[in-house]
């Protein structure tokens, strides 16, 4: 579970754990431990806290979500395929009032048609997509922007 108060959420969908080894022609061979190591580190040099999570489960990131009201300040998420389907996902974002970034490690946009639509886009303030591994630093980068022009 994450620490109390920690500024930034970083929400992992399903799959993701997988990275490194997982279609690397699409997602590249940085590996999910890698990725979460870089996030922490650009959380640091830019002075905020980092909480970090990965779920296969739809349930338990709604569950991960409803707790971030009272436990973070801004959620930068890569729902995964999740992106895609999920109105649960969608309507826990509503609960939560603070900046919200949207991130993807490929550009989903120049994938299969079923990619192009995200049910969280209008529940974000922005999106990062087609970055590769540094789409999660980008994401933090604009929720911290955000939490310090709030
Ligand atoms: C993804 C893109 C999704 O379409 C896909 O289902 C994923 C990863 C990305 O980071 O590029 O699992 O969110």
């Not at 929400?11 to 690397?24: A, K, Y």
């Not at 999920?86 to 048609?113: C, M, Q, V, Y």
């Not at 974000?124 to 955000?146: E, K, N, P, W």
Request: net charge negative; glycine share 8%.
């Amino acid at each position: 579970m994450s620490s109390p108060l920690a500024d930034i959420l970083v929400i992992n969908g399903p799959n993701l754990n997988m990275i490194g080894t997982r279609e690397p022609e699409i997602y590249g061979h940085t590996t999910f431990a890698d990725i979460e190591k870089a996030s922490r580190e650009e959380a640091a040099s830019l002075g905020v806290s980092l909480d970090w999570m990965q779920s296969n489960h739809e349930g338990e990131i709604v569950t991960r979500i409803q707790s971030a009201v009272t436990h973070n300040r801004a959620l930068v998420i890569n729902a995964a395929a999740y992106t895609h389907t999920s109105i649960a996902l969608r309507d826990a974002l509503g609960l939560f009032s603070g900046p919200k970034i949207e991130i993807h490690i490929s550009n989903i946009h120049r994938r299969e048609t079923f990619r192009h639509r995200s049910m969280i886009i209008d529940m974000c303030d922005g999106t990062v997509a087609g970055f590769g591994a540094m789409s999660y630093q980008l994401g933090i980068r604009a929720a911290a922007h955000l939490l310090s022009s709030q």
